[in-house]
């Protein structure tokens, strides 16, 4: 994935499409404009992440505007930092949680096993 800000002031609501092929990549490309924290981003994405990426995009940029609504008068990027730090953290403790049911599902596999 590759991403530039967009300086342009556009509405959320606009995007420009453009397949093309990276010179690096065996799959085809297509550029978006998504906006996060009030700043529109352009990034060029495989085009079977699209939807992925969007929703990602809209579920972080709803949690900024709930830090914001929270905590007055801090800088953007705080909200950003803050909103990352969050996913961050859930996402540690998700791989955590999946490799300890890994672990348990191993163990009770050997618990059948000897028991039979």
Same mark, same amino acid.
């Given at each position: ?6 300086? &342009?002031?556009?509405? #959320? /609501? ?8 990276? !010179?690096?990549? #065996? =799959? #085809?490309?297509?550029?978006?404009? =998504?906006?996060? !924290? ?7 994405? #495989?085009?079977?992440?699209? !939807? &992925?990426?969007?929703?990602? =995009?809209? @579920? @972080? *940029? /709803? ?12 800088? *953007? /990027? *705080?909200? =950003? ?6 996913? @961050?953290?859930?996402?540690?403790? !998700? ?5 300890? /049911? &890994? ?6 596999? %050997?618990? *059948?096993? &000897?028991? %039979?």
């Amino acid at each position: 994935m590759r991403c530039r800000r967009s300086s &342009a002031k556009r509405s #959320p /609501q606009s995007t420009h499409k453009a397949s093309y092929m990276a !010179a690096d990549s #065996p =799959v #085809p490309l297509m550029t978006i404009n =998504v906006w996060l !924290a009030g700043r529109s981003y352009r990034i060029s994405i #495989p085009v079977s992440e699209e !939807a &992925a990426l969007r929703r990602s =995009v809209k @579920a @972080a *940029d /709803q949690k900024i505007t709930e830090l914001r609504q929270h905590y007055a008068g801090r800088d *953007d /990027q *705080d909200f =950003v930092a803050m909103a990352l730090i969050m996913y @961050a953290t859930a996402e540690a403790g !998700a791989g955590k949680s999946s490799i300890d /049911q &890994a672990v348990i599902g191993e163990m009770i596999g %050997r618990i *059948d096993k &000897a028991l %039979r």
